[in-house]
């Protein structure tokens, strides 16, 4: 569902149109994000890596902010950090300092509801379509930082608490991802408020069936290590994401000449 408003017209996007590629990339940087931020606080003292993931999302997020228009190697490195340090915070709340999963979850809820209320307050819009303004995007960054913790938190309360293990629970978001999509098909209906249910559900999918790999098979895992399982989940991230950069400079070539006022024939 699009709620542009007149005054958005002709500006270029600042993030990505939800397309099928969209999907596929998100969910390899939440798996990525997952077992590479255990990665970091395993091999190196948490007091270091937890301060440095944040000056690094802090850095990536000022470069994304600053630029006027989409760029796929500049927005996925921003939602790779924010998808590492997100896995980063809600671990310290339940590792650290001993909050329930249950607790966390409900408390990134609570924050989710809160960044939409200030972002409709302030823009009458939730669509990742109107986002063509550099305060939206900060709204919309806000609620990407918020549906990660969420995720994280929501994706350790079914394996963990609830028992369902991590392959159960990369099932069960499986299921729950698809189901936004379906409904949007036969509807046509509540786009936006399906794509934010689709959206954190991704946290969960992909930091579920990543934990399936990397997680010793005591724990019920593959046992592959966070280490390669990082590796692979990077390098495959980097080949997604540069045949987008390839498809998005063919795009701006192609709209070159209209963009000069000339006509196509």
Do not use: C
């Amino acid at each position: 569902m699009r709620t542009s408003l007149p005054a958005d017209r002709g500006r270029p996007r600042r993030v990505p149109e939800p397309d099928a590629a969209f999907w596929v990339v998100k969910i390899v940087t939440t798996g990525l994000g997952e077992t590479l931020s255990d990665f970091l606080v395993r091999r190196f003292a948490p007091e270091l890596a937890v301060p440095a993931a944040l000056l690094v999302l802090v850095l990536a997020l000022v470069v994304q902010l600053r630029a006027r228009a989409y760029r796929p190697v500049r927005y996925w490195a921003a939602a790779l950090m924010v998808s590492v340090f997100g896995t980063m915070a809600a671990d310290v709340l339940h590792v650290g300092i001993g909050v329930p999963y249950a607790v966390s979850t409900a408390g990134f809820a609570v924050a989710l509801a809160a960044v939409f209320a200030a972002w409709w307050a302030s823009e009458r819009t939730l669509s990742v379509h109107d986002i063509t303004t550099a305060r939206r995007e900060g709204f919309y960054w806000a609620a990407v930082m918020a549906t990660f913790a969420l995720g994280t938190a929501a994706g350790d309360l079914t394996a963990t608490s609830l028992g369902l293990g991590y392959l159960g629970s990369g099932l069960l978001f499986l299921v729950v991802f698809a189901l936004p999509g379906l409904l949007f098909a036969a509807t046509r209906r509540w786009g936006v408020a399906l794509f934010w249910v689709a959206y954190v559900t991704t946290r969960p999918l992909g930091a579920s069936f990543a934990d399936q790999l990397a997680v010793p098979a005591a724990r019920g895992g593959a046992g592959l290590g966070t280490g390669p399982v990082s590796a692979a989940l990077l390098l495959l991230l980097v080949v997604l994401v540069g045949a987008l950069a390839v498809r998005s400079r063919a795009e701006r070539t192609a709209q070159q000449p209209l963009a000069l006022g000339g006509r196509s024939s």
